[in-house]
């Protein structure tokens, strides 16, 4: 079973429409990130989320941890064609201190079309 | 300010072949981490190293598998005797030290990737 449940694994929407992502767990984090991942590149950060209920803001992603952190979304509004890639959320514990290695989850792969 | 470096980009070896990929961290650095990534199988976890030890190995496979990171120069993921199912992407990731770095990056082992090597294998 994984330890982060991503959902949907596939989104293909047209330019200027909105759309949420999912990652989801039965167990607590003390923190947790997300990632974007473009073809033949590696993945790179874009926020990380550390208290219950947080919300942040990056132009036009918002994310959002869930108020027991066990869940977290991602929302992108007008999506663009450039928002295109395969968005991962990944933790580096499982309510335990924060160290070592990332577990990922399957990923969101997103199209926009223009 | 340079970023995670790793070469080459695309390896091609034969079965039976020895592959040695190459990760220099992010300046100021003192954590990797190498993953792999399959279509089917997603980003995993292989080994996280400091400064000549190991710390957790536990994604590593048993048998052909090693890496290092010495005290001077990159970190090397070495693949012995490669076979098809070694064909995979191959990550690896930088992290600041306790003491070093973004409070934000310390506490919360934000991690800083490479572009990967692509390993073929045929």
């Known amino acids: 079973t994984q330890l982060l449940e991503q959902s949907p694994q596939f989104l293909s929407i047209q330019e200027g429409e909105n759309l949420t992502v999912y990652c989801n767990s039965s167990s607590v984090f003390s923190s947790l990130q997300w990632y974007r991942q473009e073809p033949g590149e590696g993945p790179v950060l874009l926020v990380t989320?550390?208290?219950?209920?947080e919300v942040k803001k990056l132009k036009r992603l918002t994310f959002q941890f869930g108020d027991a952190r066990k869940d977290s979304s991602l929302h992108i509004t007008a999506a663009q064609p450039g928002d295109t890639g395969l968005y991962l959320c990944?933790?580096?514990?499982?309510?335990?201190?924060?160290?070592?290695?990332?577990?990922f989850g399957q990923g969101t792969i997103l199209t926009v079309h223009p | 300010n340079a970023g995670v470096m790793q070469n080459p980009r695309h390896l091609v070896r034969r079965r039976g072949q020895e592959a040695r990929l190459r990760c220099s961290p992010m300046?100021?650095?003192?954590?990797v981490y190498w993953y792999r990534q399959l279509p089917e199988e997603g980003l995993k976890f292989m080994v996280y190293?400091?400064?000549?030890?190991?710390?957790?190995e536990s994604g590593m496979p048993k048998e052909r598998f090693s890496a290092e990171f010495p005290k001077e120069g990159p970190s090397i993921l070495r693949i012995q005797q490669v076979v098809r199912g070694d064909s995979a992407a191959y990550f690896c990731?930088?992290?600041?030290?306790?003491?070093?770095?973004?409070?934000?990056?310390?506490?919360?082992?934000?991690?800083?990737f490479g572009p990967g090597t692509r390993l073929t294998v045929l």
């Open positions: 989320v550390v208290t219950g209920g």
């Open positions: 190293l400091q400064k000549e030890n190991i710390i957790d």
């Open positions: 300046k100021g650095h003192s954590h």
């Open positions: 990944a933790t580096a514990n499982a309510g335990g201190t924060s160290y070592g290695k990332l577990t």
């Open positions: 990731a930088s992290s600041p030290g306790t003491g070093a770095g973004r409070r934000e990056a310390r506490s919360y082992n934000e991690q800083f």
